[in-house]
């Protein structure tokens, strides 16, 4: 099985990822419940896929899951501070074994409400070995509300939506998190 930090269309994911932390830089203190993508419409499809991830955590959890981590642990300390700026994070990870279990026509009711007013898309990278991946933001004036990524390819769908304050570094410290994948970026460098 594979991890849900890896999803078959990493190189994607790589290429999203890199204009993500270009254009984002900046986060937002106003209500992200409007950038809440809702994935049900993907339901049917899990009987036909044969592996899943699906993963929720809204801001109470996020609050909560910031008390599992340790201060004095550096590395956790950095976690906590930014899972505590979060106001969500929600993954939908479907796997099939093989080409032609799902349509284009599937992912129509996510790419309508990415279409709502707010939202706009910053990245639409497609090849034809390894799929495809959206990526969009939800702003509001200057404010960064939310950001979503759908990534598809012959036998895999991925969504993952993050609400709340979102910033260059912290971005980057997600991958590999909470069921994102892990997109090998380079971490910012800090200053000694």
Request: no cysteine; glycine share 6%.
């Amino acid at each position: 099985m594979k991890s849900p930090k890896q999803v078959s269309v990493s190189a994607l994911w790589k290429f999203a990822a890199a204009a993500i932390l270009v254009v984002v830089g900046a986060g937002a203190n106003a209500s992200a419940q409007t950038a809440k993508i809702q994935t049900s419409s993907l339901d049917h499809l899990v009987s036909k896929a044969s592996e899943t991830f699906n993963l929720d955590l809204d801001e109470s959890l996020m609050q909560l899951t910031a008390k599992v981590f340790k201060a004095n642990d550096p590395d956790e300390a950095r976690v906590k501070a930014l899972v505590s700026g979060l106001k969500g994070i929600h993954v939908r990870v479907l796997e099939f074994e093989k080409e032609g279990e799902f349509l284009a026509a599937d992912l129509e009711a996510i790419r309508t409400q990415l279409r709502a007013p707010g939202w706009n898309r910053i990245v639409n990278a497609k090849s034809k070995k390894e799929g495809s991946v959206d990526v969009y933001l939800m702003t509001s004036g200057s404010q960064v509300l939310g950001l979503a990524v759908l990534a598809a390819d012959a036998k895999e769908i991925a969504v993952v939506n993050i609400l709340g304050n979102i910033d260059l570094e912290k971005l980057s410290q997600l991958e590999g998190q909470f069921g994102i994948p892990d997109l090998s970026l380079e971490k910012p460098k800090r200053k000694n």
